[in-house]
């Protein structure tokens, strides 16, 4: 497991809110540990988009990366499974609460892919069943020559004192003609509960598709007066609707859609950015 040291920061009031709950959640740090050794690297910084009169409080995480491969395979062949994923530092509820969630998070799309699991298993117990599946099929097909695998990187897109907008980018091969790829989102509030809502971000939604509509013709190309239909766009009765994954960047609010998912003809993703500029009035937390 490579391991790199990396802040976060929120503004003295959200600090003062939880210090009184501060523990440590060490074993939580060895659960994870235990998957895999672990070397420190170079310690980096990540500074909070708004500029405050205040002294920001730093938040350490460590990205930590996790890899299993079949047994006695060869390298142009080797079925494997690659997380890599922040794991914040002990201080106090929150740390554990993001860590918890995003480890829930990572195995639930681990169990996506394996269908003897049952929901219970931990990373490790996981990425070992995906591993013994892809065996198990290259002993039912040999002449199979593509490995299986999965890749997981979770990254964080931007924190301020009241969330943090994770994002997970997934690959995968389990078979077929192509590989797959998308992208989720796990957003946590400050008291480290998991963000369901857009209402959490902004103060009318209707308002936010609104502006999203706007950006999403513009990106393609499409006039006002022009059916998202004529452009091979496939929204439910032909009205633009927001994604239901969305996260937060530097940039502004996100949402990504499958490949599949709006354009019977798209060959990629869609990935919709709706820039703070276009948010002045609508965005509830501090502009950056």
């Known amino acids: ?30 659960l994870l540990g235990s998957i895999v050794a672990c070397d420190t690297t170079k310690k980096q910084t990540e500074t909070p988009a ?15 990366t996790v890899q299993k491969k079949s047994a006695n395979c060869a390298p142009e062949a080797c079925s494997e499974v690659s997380i890599s994923y922040p794991v914040f530092a002990a201080g106090h509820d929150t740390h554990a609460s993001i860590n918890s969630l995003l480890t829930e998070e990572v195995n639930r799309t681990l169990s996506d892919y394996i269908m003897e699991a049952e929901g219970t298993e931990d990373t490790d117990e996981l990425c070992k069943m995906f591993i013994a599946s892809y ?29 943090i907008s ?3 980018n997934h690959s995968s091969y389990t078979g077929g003609v192509h590989p797959n790829s998308s992208v989720s989102y796990l957003n946590i509030a400050a008291d480290g509960e998991k963000i369901e809502e857009l209402r959490y971000f902004v103060n009318s939604t209707s308002k936010l598709q609104d502006l999203a509509e706007k950006e999403f013709r513009k990106q393609y190309n499409i006039a006002p007066e022009e059916q998202l239909s004529d452009k091979g766009f496939l929204f439910d009765d032909d009205q633009f609707s927001l994604s239901e994954d969305f996260g937060v960047s530097k940039s502004g609010i996100v949402f990504y859609y499958n490949a599949d998912e709006i354009s019977s003809n798209a060959q990629s993703p869609i990935i919709l950015t709706i820039p703070f500029k276009d948010l002045t009035g609508l965005y509830k937390h501090k502009m950056p």
């Open 166 to 168: 994770l994002v997970i």
């Open 50 to 64: 708004e500029v405050t009169e205040y002294k920001p409080v730093s938040y350490d995480f460590e990205i930590q």
């Open 1 to 30: 497991m490579v391991t790199k040291q990396m802040k976060i920061y929120f503004l003295p009031e959200f600090y003062s809110s939880i210090l009184p709950k501060t523990r440590s959640i060490s074993l939580f740090a060895l």
């Open 135 to 163: 065996q198990d099929f290259k002993e039912n097909f040999p002449e199979s020559i593509t490995p299986w695998y999965i890749r997981l990187e979770v990254a964080v897109g931007k924190t301020d004192r009241n969330f």
